[in-house]
């Protein structure tokens, strides 16, 4: 999934990750346009999984 594609599902993605990982936090998923990677660290931070597991899993979202 390309950014173009994250940012025009992120909303629906974020209620989806919220409710599968309940420590992840409104800030940690604050999605802003170029800082993908901060995203990405947030969420590996919370959960333990690589960027690339992360990306997969957001893919199959």
Do not use: V
């Amino acid at each position: 999934m390309n950014s173009t594609e994250l940012k025009g599902k992120w909303n629906e993605l974020k209620g989806t990750l919220k409710q599968k990982y309940a420590d992840l936090t409104d800030d940690d998923l604050l999605f802003e346009e170029g800082k993908e990677d901060e995203l990405y660290g947030r969420i590996q931070q919370r959960i333990g999984s690589t960027k690339e597991e992360i990306k997969k899993m957001i893919s199959e979202l």
